[in-house]
């Protein structure tokens, strides 16, 4: 796994606290079950579940609209477009200079299309590995608000009922709920 080459080579030793951020999420439940004995502990945050099954129907066609627009800001990156459209580096002011700094680069575009693009396939691969067993994991969970529109109130109640289920991943699991945050709750509002 590339995860443990790469600390390995950095000369960082187990055991480790995991910590996955949405499709990161799926990325620490995977070592923890390649590498149980490495892993002391892990938090989800806000971490994409691994049943895509479970959200509403729009859901899909929401998805394919998302995937052209990124797509378009890939292949509009080199021109600048995006910088210049503002579509990259959105978040909270104060942090707006940094995050265009990161976001409006071509490759971590190319690693970010490619992720979705593979989504299912790492939810499937995520979905045989089984439990955690008695791995301590907390989740945290962006604070769902108050949707306006019935895809967002759906989308919002389907996310919750994953993230509580991922609690169950675990003998030794709590969650948390970051009031006052979005998906992205590091920059949003951390818990």
């Excluded at 951020?21 to 579940?49: C, I, K, Q």
């Excluded at 509403?56 to 459209?85: A, C, H, V, W």
């Excluded at 971590?108 to 939810?123: F, K, T």
């Excluded at 439990?131 to 996310?159: C, N, Q, R, Y």
Aim: overall charge negative.
């Amino acid at each position: 796994m590339e995860l443990r080459l790469l600390l390995h080579h950095k000369g960082i030793s187990p055991p480790f606290v995991l910590v996955g951020h949405s499709f990161g999420g799926l990325n620490m439940r995977m070592y923890a079950v390649l590498e149980p004995t490495d892993v002391a502990g892990m938090v989800l945050v806000d971490s994409t579940p691994d049943s895509p099954e479970r959200f509403p129907p729009d859901l899909k066609s929401y998805n394919e609209r998302f995937l052209r627009k990124e797509d378009l800001k890939q292949n509009t990156m080199p021109l600048g477009i995006p910088r210049l459209m503002g579509w990259c580096g959105k978040g909270p002011r104060e942090l707006q200079s940094e995050l265009r700094a990161i976001d409006c680069r071509l490759q971590p575009w190319h690693e970010h299309l490619a992720e979705y693009h593979a989504g299912e396939e790492s939810m499937a691969q995520v979905r045989a590995s089984g439990l955690l067993g008695d791995i301590p994991v907390v989740v945290v969970s962006h604070d769902p608000g108050e949707p306006t529109d019935s895809f967002a109130k759906a989308m919002e109640k389907s996310w919750d009922q994953a993230q509580e289920e991922l609690t169950h991943l675990s003998t030794n699991s709590s969650r948390v709920i970051a009031q006052g945050s979005q998906h992205n709750i590091q920059p949003t509002g951390p818990a």
